[in-house]
């Protein structure tokens, strides 16, 4: 949530400030701002709405200086509004801040403040800072911020800026991801690598507690005690290309399309006539040792949680409780040294995945983190790390990241079948064979849109949509529903087949839409008929069925077929139409696809 932009060095700051906050603004959009120095004087510009408000606002007024810092924002405390948006200054301006997370302590250390004589203009918690810089200056500007450090309590990546310093900017991390990008007699400060990406490869990723002291020719790492710290340069594998639309229209459709590739990148590093996890390296020992799995994650990921507990609890017999990250560490989770705590996060920031994974550590537990993002916060606290290989997710809306994630989930349940020969040798063969050919199956998936595009047109403005299935097809439903809520903003409800005449028939009168998933051979007859209920109510269903079903086509309006494979695979397959349809309806109602109301990409705050 919110991202945060620094430059330093001899060329326009403004530059770099609006191109780094347009790759970031997939973080928060409600309301933009800069602050550039510019000699005598500190130029602030800010603007509600989208980053093209402010962008407007700056159109013939450019500031020239070469130092400033930016900010994109996701509100949090306080309204969407100029004055609530960063950046914020003390009540002199002479100190400026950049803040993604939340203070805690705000309330009590705006309380102190306002007795000792500050005046504040914002709800913001991050204005606070500011105040507290002021107040803690004395000469030493590094001095000053580690005091207010010692003070803040929550999370927070924060950038500091100073009339006083400025040649001199200084970012600060808690829970919330900051990096460092290196150029020549220039360096940058962002929230995410695609910020720098066109800039600079070589970059520092910050940890939790470390603080950056960054001027043009350098950059210094202490901790919070002042103490300096080495820190390696992390060079970025990845090119600008990659986090660009690339004609696409919008990003979301760039990554519907990717997935092929991304499946395939994810699967390659770990087929080596069997499944291999270098990084893992278990055996027979540690998976006797362990009696518990919990998969643990946030919205889409959960819901590749939820198939990822199929497979393992299918592959390798053990018992899997998926939980929702926000939820876990709230209920005293019965976890201790033979649990293994497996967290999914395409971003790898999500706070409450983080939280989680903090707390099942505390606990005792093995973890093990399912992470798209090399380096980041999540793939750096679990003990044991895979990564997806998605590359850069940029739309809000997670595509590739779950097919992603489903992929290496049904790996990482082969190579525990595998050590634990919990299923025999052939059919390890069988599924590894099929697996290496659900690449081609996705883009035999997307080379037929015309159809789908016209179910979207059709019932794009219906007020509801339900989704049904059965077993994974359950899974996929959960998915396909959230899909289409988050970018069309269409009530759509995913219910398990079996459970609608315990309840939801009561919603399903004429011409309600409904999508069938009806992939699962296993549990196919009893799919078909719930599926008659609805269609016994006037639902207009539309089916997703497995190539070569000639049953479903009999009894509903219309079927969308995708390839077949083993049940198990399936979902990587049935999940594309559900996203295509979101991302067309989404276009039918004029949505803005890439940037959902109320949303962003990676949700940094509780
Ligand atoms: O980065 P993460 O995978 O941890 O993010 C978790 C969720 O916030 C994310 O999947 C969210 O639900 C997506 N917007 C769904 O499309």
Known sequence: MCGIVGYIGDKRAIDFLLDGLTKLEYRGYDSAGVAVNCGDNIFVEKAVGRLSSLKEKLKNNLPVGTVGIGHTRWATHGRPSDLNAHPHSDCHKNFFVVHNGIIENYLQLKEDLIAKGHKFISETDTEVVAHLVEESYHGDFVLAVRDVLSKIEGSYSLLFMSKFHPDTLIAAKQDNPLVVGIGKGENFIASDIPAIISFTRQTYILNDGDIAVVQKNSVNFINRQGLPIEKKIFHVKWNAAAAEKGGYEHFMLKEINEQPKAVRDTISPHLNGKVTFNELNWNEDFLNNINKIYIVACGTAYHAGLVGKFYIEKLVRKLVEVDLASEFRYRNPIVDDKTLVIVISQSGETLD??????????????????????????????????????????????????????????????????????????????????????PAQISETLSDVEPIKTFAQMYGFNDDVFYIGRSLDYCVALEGALKLKEISYIHAEAYASGELKHGTLALIVEGVPVIALATQKSVYEKTLSNIKEVKARDAIVIGIAAAGDSELEKYLDHVIFVPDTDELLIPLLAVVPLQLLAYYAAITRGCDVDKPRNLAKSVTVE
């Open 353 to 438: 995945t983080l939280a989680a994974l903090k707390e099942a550590k505390k606990l005792g537990a093995k973890t093990l983190a399912v992470t798209n993002v090399v380096g980041s916060s999540i793939a750096r606290e679990a003990e044991f790390v895979i990564n997806t290989a998605a590359g850069p997710e940029i739309a809000v809306a997670s595509t590739k990241a779950y097919t992603t994630q489903l992929i290496l989930m049904f790996m990482l349940a082969l190579y525990m079948a595998q050590i634990s020969k919990s299923i025999p040798a052939a059919e390890i063969e069988r599924l590894i064979k099929l697996l290496k050919k659900i």
